[in-house]
């Protein structure tokens, strides 16, 4: 018993040692998308940020495939000492609600670090469509239903969801074309082959302002100031309460040690305070933010009830 009462004061002593020592080489950030999308250069401007305030460099390490499973399986597996860190993006959420069975349990395998972005899709139809307002549009549908097609980027994606959450408050119904990336859905809805599509407002803010696209509405809680002409879907199709926003967050193993965690938030809360870094990616419509590690867990919680239902009444099955 003397024994094991020294050994775990032992440990207790040396946890916060470790938290003062840390980090003391280079960590890694597994980003689950490919380089050069949205997700990969906020993660990239962010870990430099922190990289600046944590004195040690962060490596990208872009872990795509299998709707984020590849990363998330591999971020389940690595050493709990805080030197490996993944960048969790909606799937994180979603993904329970589409797999019957997954090598991870988000809740249970990784700890919240902190909030790092979020931000809207447009909802945007093909100009040459006759809708210039939501309530035309789920007119149409509601007299034709499944008549109008969604493009999205893939089965289960979060814009897909957001059409279907969309659709269910509306009752109306969208038929789907799902696509393998935002590239090529947004390329058919500007040629006219797809009517409609949420797409992710980085994107889709370029195409509406050079009118390749109509934008109709943001999904966002409140108007966007990189939009500010364009109304919630909410607001415009008097559907309270409706709002998806894409997201990333910082997570680390479940067994990190506390101390560490607790380092990590503070490097992202400090880079955070890098305003040209914020203003450039708001003008762009991303809001940067950082968040306690309970706020990030208590959304990844709530989107997991939320997606998890809306996958199920939609009868949506993984391709």
Known sequence: MKRIAGALLALIIAVPALAQDYPTRPLTL???????????????????????????????????????????????????DGYTLLMGINSLAVNPALQATLAYAPQRDFAPVSMVARGAFILAVNPATPFR?????IAAARAAPGSIDQASTGVGSLNHLAGALFAARAGIQFGHIPYRGGAQASADVIAGRVPVIFLAILEALPFVQEGKLRGLAVTSPARSPAAPDLPTVAEAASLPGYAVEFWQGIFVPAATPAPIVARLNRAVVAAM???????????????????????????????????????REAGIKPE
């Open 30 to 80: 597994i980003v689950p998308l490919p380089p050069g999308g949205t997700t990969d250069a906020i993660s990239r401007a962010v870990a430099d940020r922190m990289a600046a305030d944590l004195g040690k460099p962060i490596v990208i390490d872009n872990r795509p495939g299998a709707g984020a499973n590849v990363a998330y399986q591999h971020a389940a597996r690595v050493s709990a």
């Open 133 to 137: 307002t939501v309530p035309e549009l």
């Open 273 to 311: 305070g890098d305003a040209t870094l914020k203003a450039d990616f708001a003008r762009r419509g991303i809001t940067l933010e950082a968040s306690s590690p309970e706020a990030l867990g208590a959304l990844l919680a709530a989107e997991t009830e939320t997606w998890a239902r809306v996958v």
